[in-house]
T-cell receptor, first 113, second 115 residues
Framework: AQSVTQLDSQVPVFEEAPVELRCNYS??????LFWYVQYPNQGLQLLLK??????LVKGINGFEAEFNKSQTSFHLRKPSVHISDTAEYFC???????????FGQGTELSVKP | NAGVTQTPKFQVLKTGQSMTLQCAQD?????MSWYRQDPGMGLRLIHYSVGAGITDQGEVPNGYNVSRSTTEDFPLRLLSAAPSQTSVYFC??????????????FGQGTRLTVV
């Protein structure tokens, strides 16, 4: 079975500051890793994903994440956040040929002016 | 190309009523799933399907039924609604035929209130 832990439920940050949202996972098999973003009262949008290959992946809106197999982590980073980045962020895993996502509890990112 | 379409967007039910949440996708994806989202708990898997005629339970299946008679449709049935089923429900579909394009696509959600 797989599980995902997002280590921070809320992250307040000032505009133009860097941010890191932390995600650890547990799995006995190789998994694909995803970060999704949910803006208020909207559905989920894919930010980025790691399937294989380079451990540093870049996504939309200037976000990037690094897959660390030894630490079973997939932390999300952005060097300079904007007010518009205020949203909830979800880390998730999927087994190859599994089709279902297992989500973390979510991290609310609040960007203040 | 509509993607994943969920209906209705909002619903209020009385305790004990039944209803069906509809989900349809037009991407010919083999995988479809239902999740519920509750504050502080992320999205939890209710049921999923790996293809037409095949379904399986997720983390929180009690009180819900699903069927998948076609590739496109994956309805979620609440048999006898309870206040604990008040939540936001999301349907998703995905495919892994082309690994590089593996990702889940989500509907816009159904906000359900059971009174």
């Amino acid at each position: 079975a797989q599980s995902v832990t997002q280590l921070d439920s809320q992250v307040p940050v000032f505009e133009e500051a860097p941010v890191e949202l932390r995600c650890n996972y547990s799995s006995s098999v190789s998994v694909y890793l995803f970060w999704y973003v949910q803006y208020p009262n909207q559905g989920l949008q894919l930010l980025l994903k790691y399937l294989s290959g380079s451990t540093l992946v870049k996504g939309i809106n200037g976000f990037e994440a690094e897959f660390n197999k030894s630490q079973t982590s997939f932390h999300l980073r952005k060097p300079s956040v904007h007010i518009s980045d205020t949203a909830e962020y979800f880390c998730a895993v999927m087994r190859p040929w599994g089709g279902k996502l297992i989500f973390g509890q979510g991290t609310e990112l609040s960007v203040k002016p | 190309n509509a993607g994943v379409t969920q209906t209705p967007k909002f619903q209020v039910l009385k305790t004990g009523q039944s209803m069906t949440l509809q989900c349809a996708q037009d991407m010919n994806h083999e995988y479809m799933s239902w999740y519920r989202q509750d504050p502080g708990m992320g999205l939890r898997l209710i049921h999923y399907s790996v293809g037409a005629g095949i379904t399986d339970q997720g983390e929180v299946p009690n009180g819900y039924n699903v069927s998948r008679s076609t590739t496109e449709d994956f309805p979620l049935r609440l048999l006898s609604a309870a206040p604990s089923q008040t939540s936001v429900y999301f349907c998703a579909s995905s495919s892994q035929r082309d690994r590089e394009n593996t990702e889940a696509f989500f509907g816009q959600g159904t906000r359900l209130t059971v009174v």
